[in-house]
C-alpha cells in the first residue's frame, strides 16, 4: 500500500491528548494563505473540504512531558470561526473529528499536523464539564 503525502489519519482526541488540553488564550485565529505572485494574503481553504482553516494553540496538560514543550497548534476547518466555550484563560477543551498527518521536518526529524472540526467543552462523566 502506497501513502500520499498529506494523507491525514482519523485518532481519537484521547489519544492525542490523555491528560487534555487548555486554550493558550488569544490564540484563535484565521489562517491566511500567501500569493508570492501578487504579494496578497486571503483566508485559507482546507484542501480536502473546502472550508475555511482558524488555528488555535494549546497547552498539553500530560504531565508525562516533563520539561518537553507542551504548546501545539491544532487547525480546525469549519465554514465560521469556532467558538471557545466560556472564553475563560486556559480553559479546558476538546477536539472533535481530529486527524494527524505526518511529514519530515525542514531539520530531517518527524513531525506531524494536528486538525479538528470543531472544539468544546470537554465532556466528563457524559455530561459537559462547568465553565
Known amino acids: 500500500m502506497a501513502l500520499r503525502g ?9 489519544d492525542v491528548f490523555p491528560a487534555g488540553c487548555a486554550l493558550v488564550p488569544e490564540s484563535l485565529g484565521e489562517v491566511e494563505d ?34 518537553r514543550s507542551r504548546e501545539t497548534t491544532v487547525k480546525i476547518s469549519a465554514d465560521y470561526q469556532p ?14 473529528g481530529m486527524t494527524v498527518t505526518p511529514y519530515v521536518a525542514n531539520n530531517g526529524r518527524m513531525a506531524y499536523s494536528l486538525r ?9 462523566g457524559g455530561k459537559k464539564a462547568a465553565a
Open 6 to 14: 498529506g494523507t491525514r489519519f482519523a485518532v481519537r482526541f484521547e
Open 34 to 67: 500567501y500569493d508570492e505572485k501578487t504579494g496578497r494574503r486571503s483566508p485559507a481553504k482546507d484542501k480536502v473540504t473546502g472550508q475555511r482553516v482558524w488555528q488555535v494553540r494549546v497547552m498539553d496538560l500530560d504531565p508525562e512531558l516533563g520539561k
Open 83 to 96: 467558538v471557545p466555550p466560556s472564553g475563560a484563560p486556559f480553559e479546558a477543551v476538546e477536539f472533535d
Open 116 to 124: 479538528a472540526t470543531g472544539l468544546r467543552a470537554p465532556v466528563v
